[in-house]
């Protein structure tokens, strides 16, 4: 039985004060679920929000991490970095990272590796744009992400990865992709982690879906046998809300 997950992710959003008043909104009513719950956040306020968070079963993690663990990378943070402030969760390739900060199938492959070596729990996004749905080549762009993300990656390895399936064009746009099409690609997936490692890795790999996830679709899409939980960027920013996702 795979344990369900929901996990924020604030992008570019809250200061450090903001993010303490949603923790104070949330703790309660998400302290007896049965979902793990992950908030992926902003640099700046990772460590302030681990402490803030201490005792509670909320996950803090970070949104990107670099594949070194130090030298002239300026801006970046390091596996090193995130071990030091007891971070040991972090996103891998969103795809506003592919789109905007040039990350490839290479280095996020890097990146998982680095993680591995440092015991660092990963969260890899994967996902195809509109245009290459429309030309109905989707599975085998998500198939190649997939492959390459986990080159050198052993199968001991899988307890401390989580995949997300984010088709792009569904991200912060509010069209979620249908249930049946999510649990579609999301059975795909599951059947090319079992060809590249077995049946046992490919039963309880946790893999979530992730664009325009709310409280109205939510229950439906979490109803579906391969999808494990969500990814949530907007809907994860108001406390109330999220409560809602968490609770489903
Ligand atoms: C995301 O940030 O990964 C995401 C899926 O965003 P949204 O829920 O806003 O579509």
Redesign the pocket.
């Known amino acids: 039985m795979r344990k369900p997950v929901i996990a924020g992710?604030w992008?570019m959003h809250k200061t450090i004060s903001e993010g303490f008043e949603f923790i104070d909104g949330i703790k309660d009513k998400v302290k007896d679920t049965d979902v793990e719950v992950m908030i992926f956040v902003p640099c700046t306020m990772l460590k302030s929000m681990k402490d803030y968070t201490k005792g509670t079963n909320i996950v803090i993690g970070a949104q990107n991490m670099h594949f070194e663990e130090k030298g002239a990378f300026t801006g970046e943070i390091s596996p090193l970095m995130l071990k030091d402030i007891n971070v040991k969760n972090t996103l891998i390739g969103?795809?506003?990272r592919r789109e905007y900060f040039n990350e490839t199938d290479e280095t996020v492959n890097k990146k998982i590796l680095k993680a591995m070596e440092h015991d660092i729990d990963v969260v890899l996004?994967v996902g195809e744009k509109l245009e290459e749905r429309e030309k109905n080549i989707e599975k085998e762009v998500v198939k190649e992400q997939i492959v390459k993300a986990f080159a050198d990656v052993s199968a001991k390895m899988f307890d401390k990865i989580v995949i997300?399936y984010?088709p792009i064009w569904?991200?912060?746009?509010g069209k979620t992709a249908s249930s049946k099409d999510a649990d579609e690609m999301i059975a795909f997936i599951r059947s090319e982690i079992e060809n590249l490692y077995n049946d046992e890795i490919s039963e309880n790999v946790r893999i979530l879906y992730?664009?325009?996830?709310k409280p109205a679709n939510v229950e439906e899409l979490m109803n579906q046998d391969d999808i494990d939980g969500g990814?949530?960027?907007?809907?994860?920013l108001e406390a109330e809300q999220f409560v809602e996702l968490v609770n489903f």
């Not at 569904?170 to 746009?173: D, M, V, Y």
């Not at 992730?210 to 996830?213: A, E, I, Y």
């Open positions: 992710n992008k969103h795809s506003e996004c997300a984010e569904a991200i912060g746009t992730g664009g325009s996830v990814l949530v960027g907007g809907a994860s």
